[in-house]
């Protein structure tokens, strides 16, 4: 036994780890405002002027002061010894600008790192090892997570906040221990301090309560037909009305950290409702789906299923399917990873969530994430059941097969995983799910390079210029943000005669941004070869033309992602994934519908503790 928590809480540490170094290295953002706003925050913490501690209404609070406080210490080391220890994540090549914004990524890597540990540790709870571990090695590979986790923002952090939250309000329905609730409202609290739309988690939170209230008063309905109608009001209180009430109260309370609430918090609330409602209200500016531009339009209501469906692996979208079709088809499962309502309530957390993302009209890919990473959560569910299946196929026959460890044919599927995000490194946002075609069908349907990726590359080759700092790049909308990061010339995002290099990246192509501004430079560049090419699964999203003269010789061209090899390589998993379902089921038989593994009330973990 305790060989076994050393390994456990040693897989803990890796994926930490991992986790991590996998955000933190290298990071490219192309917003950049939250570094401009975490550092206003240091400075009105230092001034002790607690109303400008309030800088946007989204409120974006934790990021701000998780990323201010790696910047202090970033500023704390620079000279010094220690300084190691902030600056190894960071290209040698990276301007001041680009330290800075590397410096607050960190902190926000440490901070979901961990969160995704906590999520491992609270699925142990309510799953076992298997899931727990499962979820936390998808989502530490997770290409979109792990895209939006390098990137000095608010989604990822608000993501793993909203996710953690959920989970430990299943663990408490299924527990029946009240401190899991409490801690489900102190992390929901930290989640509305990060970003408005995690207010989800209040509908979600009744619902679960209203669901699991429900079976309980369905249960002793008719052990109380004398006195049902004041029964039904005291159960209602105590299982539905009072815990809701209770995790409301206890999300405030993260708000009393917050010091602009100390000395206005009427007009912040007022504020935040009004720019949300705007925004909800108002069409994003230029947007490209499915082959068509839609300009302050709202989008099509497949826009952020197709998101979701491209941007996770082939791993996490069959054996999410794989989980639904386990608990939908009750005669064609077995043991149960959870209890059908735990694993409902999280299909209802991601389909609601996509709901009240659609519903509104400023739509962005990035926004979807909070469903994204349920999804992976439900994947490893699916996983964990399909091990489940194959255990009971083989039990009692001898077999090689029966005697492999859960955690063996985990740590196959992460790996897995891995290798379908690392060859995208460190440009994890344009991976494309293979399963549908990877790159050479997403760029037909979404924008494949929403992060600038392809732009560090740039970088670094006009920063090994001998007159690196004198150069004038003109760069396509959108991309001069990042390049100023890697570059320490000029970038600015009009292209002109004058500049030394016109840069272009594909998403202003796909969504025809500011055409004036570039378009005439690409028609003419075209056909001719650049100094830098970025491909990315055959596909390419970078360019790089000498503007005086123009080159002549053959480009440097950066090839990244898995190409053919990864389509083949994901319909050869989906084949063998549906014939083991099938296999297995024939050798089970029909398993009993409501034969369930031991959950949390038995303290025995499913496959193992």
Not at 29 to 56: C, G, I, V
Not at 132 to 159: C, K, M, N, Q, W
Not at 165 to 182: D, P, T
């Amino acid at each position: 036994m305790r060989t076994r928590r050393k390994l456990t809480s040693g897989m803990l540490v890796g994926v930490f780890l991992v986790a991590f170094f996998l955000r933190a290295y290298h990071p490219l953002s192309r917003p950049k405002q939250w570094l401009r706003r975490s550092q206003a925050f240091n400075q009105a913490l230092d001034e002790r002027d607690w109303a400008s501690t309030y800088q946007r209404h989204h409120p974006g609070v934790t990021t701000m002061a998780i990323s201010g406080a790696s910047l202090r210490l970033f500023d704390a080391t620079s000279g010094t010894p220690a300084e190691a220890l902030m600056t190894w994540a960071i290209p040698s090549y990276a301007t001041e600008t680009g330290r800075q914004m590397a410096a607050g990524v960190m902190g926000l890597a440490v901070a979901i790192a961990g969160l995704i540990v906590a999520i491992a540790l609270v699925l142990h709870r309510l799953a076992g090892w298997p899931v727990a571990l499962a979820a936390a090695g998808l989502l530490t590979f997770s290409p979109f997570y792990l895209s939006e986790g390098r990137v000095l923002h608010l989604d990822a952090l608000a993501s793993s906040l909203m996710l953690l939250s959920a989970l430990l309000l299943l663990v408490s329905l299924e527990s029946g221990q009240r401190r899991y609730l409490v801690l489900s409202g102190l992390t929901g609290g930290f989640a509305f301090l990060t970003k408005s739309p995690s207010l989800f988690l209040v509908p979600f939170t009744g619902l679960a309560l209203l669901v699991y209230q429900a079976g309980r008063l369905r249960a002793g309905l008719s052990a109380h037909a004398g006195e049902r109608r004041r029964w039904l009001v005291r159960e209602a209180w105590r299982g539905l009305i009072g815990p809701l009430l209770l995790w409301v109260l206890v999300a405030i309370l993260p708000f009393a950290l917050w010091p602009a609430m100390w000395v206005k918090p009427v007009e912040i609330l007022r504020g935040s409702v009004g720019a949300v409602s705007r925004q909800l209200g108002s069409e994003h500016s230029q947007r490209f789906f499915a082959g068509r531009i839609y300009h302050k339009q709202r989008l099509s209501p497949f826009f952020y299923p197709a998101i979701m469906a491209f941007q996770s692996s082939f791993l996490t979208l069959t054996l999410s399917l794989v989980a639904l079709s386990q608990y939908a088809l009750r005669r064609a499962r077995g043991k149960l990873p959870v209890q059908p309502r735990v694993f409902w309530l999280l299909v209802a957390y991601v389909f609601f969530f996509t709901l009240e993302m659609t519903i509104g009209a400023h739509q962005v890919r990035r926004y979807i994430l909070p469903a994204s990473v349920a999804v992976e959560v439900l994947a490893a569910m699916g996983l964990a059941g399909v091990i489940e299946l194959v255990r009971q196929a083989v039990a009692g026959r001898g077999g090689r097969v029966a005697q492999l460890p859960p955690v063996g044919l985990v740590g196959l599927v992460v790996g897995l995983q891995a290798l379908v995000a690392l060859p995208y490194a460190p440009d994890y946002g344009a991976h494309h799910n293979h399963l549908l075609g990877g790159n050479r069908v997403a760029i037909k349907v979404v924008e494949i390079t929403r992060q600038n990726e392809g732009v560090l590359y740039a970088g670094d080759y006009l920063s090994g210029q001998p007159d690196a700092a004198s150069l004038q790049v003109g760069v396509s909308p959108f991309g001069s943000t990042s390049l100023k990061q890697y570059f320490p010339g000029s970038a600015k995002g009009k292209l002109s005669v004058e500049d030394d290099y016109h840069l272009f990246v594909v998403e202003s192509i796909q969504r025809n941004l500011f055409p004036d501004r570039w378009k005439p430079a690409w028609k003419q560049y075209r056909g001719m070869p650049p100094e830098v090419l970025v491909v990315i699964d055959g596909v390419e999203v970078m360019w790089l033309y000498a503007n005086r003269p123009p080159s002549t010789g053959e480009p440097i061209v950066i090839r990244r992602g898995g190409g053919i090899g990864f389509i083949v390589l994901a319909w050869v998993w989906t084949a063998v994934l549906v014939a083991t379902i099938v296999w297995a089921l024939r050798r089970v038989g029909q398993p009993v519908a409501s034969e369930l593994s031991p959950g949390v009330r038995s303290g025995e973990l499913a496959g193992g503790n």
